[in-house]
């Protein structure tokens, strides 16, 4: 399995960023490639980073509710109490991503 971190730029060395902060069983400053994202990123943007490498840009929010999710894998692991960390999920319905609400329309009309 694969895993994403959410990871916060906290100075820039082009092509890579130092992330200053983020979820981070270590909590020490990594020196990430940046070379795959679209655009370089600026001091205090989250990115989404896989083995030292930024995949994608994301908000505050949505690291928040990524490194969320993390900490309530760890803590369900553990025994530990994890739903208050899963507000986002509860009391919801799941749903796909757009790009395969068609594609499970086009299998329902087949079977």
């Known amino acids: 399995m694969c895993l994403g971190i959410p990871m916060q730029v906290g100075s820039l060395l082009s092509p890579s960023a130092v992330m200053a902060n983020g979820i981070d069983i270590s909590a020490r400053p990594r020196l990430i490639d940046t070379s795959l994202l679209e655009q370089a990123p600026a001091v205090g943007e989250w990115l989404l980073v896989h083995v030292n490498v930024a995949i994608r840009s994301m908000s505050a929010v949505e690291a928040k509710q990524v490194g969320d999710a993390l900490q309530a894998v ?31 329309a086009a299998v329902s009309d087949n079977e």
């Open 74 to 104: 760890t803590a369900a692991a553990s025994g530990q109490p994890f739903e208050h960390l899963l507000g986002d999920l509860i009391d919801r319905e799941p749903e796909l991503p757009a790009h395969l609400r068609g594609v499970q």
